[in-house]
């Protein structure tokens, strides 16, 4: 009996150790999805070609480089998703009046399992009548990061870029960050589009930047109508994460901006007017 037990310490101790190390990966695991979700997000979209709950068929990148902007907004389709799903049904439909056709939004089922016909009188009881909704395994809210429900995703452009993302299921929910969802769909029509927002109006589109690439750290911004003056200038990146706010100097009827502290990239230069009107987008090159 001794000898038995004698001979089992050796797989005790092998079977312990195995289980310490098994406890400290959980708890790594445990400890990156708790403190460090943003490094599960992802820079560009995934694609789907999938038939919606009204049967029409969409493929993701064939929109994007058509040049559509594109808003998934996920649920589960409870009573606490209606607010911020409508707030962003109603926040991408104001740029119809302006942008004709190009922002298409999407009400998704967070894990693609609700019927479609649940998720059509979703839409159809809450005013939601000109969304595109899909229920499907092909496009679900963990493509964008970690699950949060409500999520709300802003895509755009040829390289199929994740403008921005709102996890309201991490904050308050039920609140969308409505200046945040303008700000991301006006930078995504941008990047599909740079002239469609430079041209919105007669009164902006003679402000122009120079010169591009901006070879010599200076960057030059002429407003070609006396009418205009400028408020706020805000540099954003591709994804559309804001940079800086970059200190102006006045000369000769032109701005100029030092952008040496910028890494070499592509850029967005949004200037605001200060009659309130929309921004006006320009791309720029730092070399």
Known sequence: MHEKVKNQQPLMSAFVRKLAKLQVFLFAVMFFETNIPSAMSQQTATNFNVTSCNSQNY????????????????????????????????VSNSFESTYPGKVKFFLCDDYGTSPCNTMNSFA??????NAIVLSTPDCIMTDYGSAAMPKIVVLAGKEHLVIDVQNLGTGVQGEVNTQQLNEAILTAITNSDPMSVSCVENEVKNMVIYPNPACNNILYIENRDEDISFSTIDIYDLSGKWIASPATNKHDGHITINISALHAGTYFLKIHDSKGTLPVTRKFIKP
């Open 124 to 129: 159809n009881n809450y005013g939601l009548s």
């Open 59 to 90: 493929e993701l990148f064939e929109m994007l480089d058509a040049g559509n902007v594109v808003v998934l907004c996920f649920v589960m389709p409870c009573g606490s998703c209606v607010t911020p799903a409508k707030t962003a049904y109603n």
